[in-house]
């Protein structure tokens, strides 16, 4: 049973590779190219000027400023272990050829390929699919600390791995990019991890309130910033042009961002609650009580209507201006469920439903007349003031 696999997990290695499709861009222009598509600051990987990030999350997005896919962005020749935090990266020669590895859903890589080769135009790069090339995995870690002091990393850095820091949040965990030529090698090296399936990484990811690929986007319809790209690194406001900005910039200093993505659980079935120990200690591990409580219980059909109820007399959104309160009385919408895995799910929820104080003041019920509850995003304290963002200024 899925709830006996993940009860007490707290680190564990998951292969993607499936899901996952590697684009290389090699050229001269290439970084002028992909500046000129995406939402965050490519330039950063390569800017001698800069400390280099190990990877960037990003999205590429249509005239219109609807998202395209999203992705995530690395230097091929960074082929070693880096941190988001690593200062003594090798700097490249902007005079040379770069590579850029593009990591893509598999579901939408046909349509990214064509994408990129609609935009080469002129641009003197050649792109080609290089997924044959590596293995791709995550590291989930509760309880992890710092690279550096692993000496695990260090093995895998030895076998000419590429270690990094999912760019969305740290508690994404790892992003490993293996050789094909070193998969052995890399199985032995790993050997300490438990190792799971890639649909406990999905429920994972679910549960922190991240949509990822064409599951959870829409192709050339969604607005990235109500799927929380601000709040997962994945936009630079002080880059530039960019193909799109004009959404992107008008959403975000307007402040018409009046519906984001949340992740949801279903409710225990009749009230039951997993038989665990009381004891265990919840913050150590990948998952929350909420999401062992349902288990067994399917979350709604994607794009299914929600009836979510506040009362917006009492209810105080951190997205809203606290010196107005509202003194509208209690609010009724339909709002939608996106996607879901196993018993959790994200959910489009509009902002001022939600309340800065306690998840639970928001009620929902599913078309079928089921509860659900909000879960805590981990990028929620970003929302509420705990941190301030990572975005660095080009």
Same mark, same amino acid.
């Given at each position: 049973?899925?709830?006996?696999?993940?009860?007490?997990?707290?680190?564990?290695?998951?292969?993607?590779?499936?899901?996952?499709?590697?684009?290389?861009?090699?050229?001269?222009?290439?970084?002028?190219?992909?500046?000129?598509?995406?939402?965050?600051?490519?330039?950063?990987?390569?800017?001698?000027?800069?400390?280099?990030?190990?990877?960037?999350?990003?999205?590429?997005?249509?005239?219109?400023?609807?998202?395209?896919?999203?992705?995530?962005?690395?230097?091929?020749?960074?082929?070693?272990?880096?941190?988001?935090?690593?200062?003594?990266?090798?700097?490249?020669?902007?005079?040379?050829?770069?590579?850029?590895?593009?990591?893509?859903?598999?579901?939408?890589?046909?349509?990214?390929?064509?994408? #990129?080769?609609?935009?080469?135009?002129?641009?003197?790069?050649?792109?080609?699919?290089?997924?044959?090339? *590596?293995?791709?995995?995550?590291?989930?870690?509760?309880?992890?600390?710092?690279?550096?002091?692993?000496?695990?990393?260090?093995?895998?850095?030895?076998?000419?791995?590429?270690?990094?820091?999912?760019?969305?949040? @740290?508690?994404?965990? #790892?992003?490993?990019?293996?050789?094909?030529?070193?998969?052995?090698?890399?199985?032995?090296?790993?050997?300490?991890?438990?190792?799971?399936?890639?649909?406990?990484?999905?429920?994972?990811?679910?549960?922190?309130?991240?949509?990822?690929?064409?599951?959870?986007?829409?192709?050339?319809?969604?607005?990235?910033?109500?799927?929380?790209?601000?709040?997962?690194?994945?936009?630079?406001?002080?880059?530039?042009?960019? #193909?799109?900005?004009?959404?992107?910039?008008?959403?975000?200093?307007?402040?018409?961002?009046?519906?984001?993505?949340?992740?949801?659980?279903?409710?225990?079935?009749?009230?039951?609650?997993?038989?665990?120990?009381?004891?265990?200690?919840?913050?150590?591990?990948?998952?929350?009580?909420?999401?062992?409580?349902?288990?067994?219980?399917?979350?709604?059909?994607?794009?299914?209507?929600?009836?979510?109820?506040?009362?917006?007399?009492?209810?105080?959104?951190?997205?809203?201006?606290?010196?107005?309160?509202?003194?509208?009385?209690?609010?009724?919408?339909?709002?939608?469920?996106?996607?879901? *895995?196993?018993?959790?799910?994200?959910?489009?929820?509009?902002?001022?439903?939600?309340?800065?104080?306690?998840?639970?003041?928001?009620?929902?019920?599913?078309?079928?007349?089921?509860?659900?509850?909000?879960?805590?995003?981990?990028?929620?304290?970003?929302?509420?003031? #705990? @941190?301030?963002?990572?975005?660095?200024?080009?």
């Amino acid at each position: 049973m899925l709830v006996n696999r993940i009860k007490d997990l707290k680190r564990c290695v998951i292969p993607i590779t499936n899901s996952r499709t590697l684009i290389r861009v090699t050229g001269q222009d290439s970084v002028k190219m992909l500046q000129g598509l995406t939402t965050n600051n490519i330039a950063r990987l390569v800017d001698v000027q800069h400390t280099n990030p190990g990877s960037l999350y990003t999205g590429f997005l249509s005239a219109s400023g609807r998202l395209l896919f999203d992705a995530f962005v690395l230097h091929e020749q960074h082929a070693s272990t880096i941190t988001s935090s690593a200062s003594s990266v090798a700097k490249v020669d902007n005079s040379a050829n770069e590579t850029l590895l593009i990591d893509v859903d598999s579901e939408v890589a046909t349509r990214a390929i064509e994408h #990129l080769n609609f935009y080469k135009m002129r641009n003197k790069l050649k792109i080609e699919n290089a997924t044959s090339d *590596y293995s791709i995995l995550t590291v989930l870690d509760k309880t992890y600390k710092s690279v550096r002091d692993d000496k695990l990393f260090v093995h895998l850095k030895e076998e000419n791995c590429t270690v990094l820091m999912d760019p969305r949040h @740290q508690l994404m965990g #790892l992003r490993l990019l293996v050789p094909s030529s070193k998969a052995s090698a890399i199985n032995t090296v790993l050997s300490a991890f438990h190792q799971e399936t890639e649909d406990v990484y999905q429920l994972y990811r679910a549960q922190n309130g991240i949509p990822q690929g064409l599951k959870d986007y829409s192709f050339d319809k969604i607005i990235p910033l109500e799927y929380n790209f601000d709040l997962l690194n994945g936009v630079d406001f002080h880059k530039g042009c960019y #193909l799109g900005q004009e959404l992107m910039s008008r959403t975000h200093y307007t402040g018409l961002i009046r519906k984001r993505v949340f992740p949801v659980v279903m409710s225990p079935a009749n009230g039951n609650k997993s038989n665990l120990d009381p004891a265990r200690k919840e913050h150590h591990l990948l998952f929350s009580q909420k999401v062992l409580d349902s288990i067994d219980v399917q979350s709604p059909e994607k794009d299914s209507e929600l009836k979510i109820t506040v009362d917006a007399s009492t209810v105080s959104s951190p997205f809203n201006d606290p010196s107005t309160p509202s003194t509208a009385p209690p609010s009724r919408s339909s709002e939608k469920f996106l996607s879901g *895995y196993n018993n959790v799910g994200l959910a489009m929820i509009k902002v001022d439903h939600i309340d800065a104080s306690s998840f639970d003041s928001t009620k929902i019920i599913d078309n079928q007349g089921r509860p659900l509850q909000v879960i805590e995003p981990c990028w929620w304290s970003k929302v509420v003031g #705990l @941190q301030v963002p990572v975005q660095a200024v080009s």
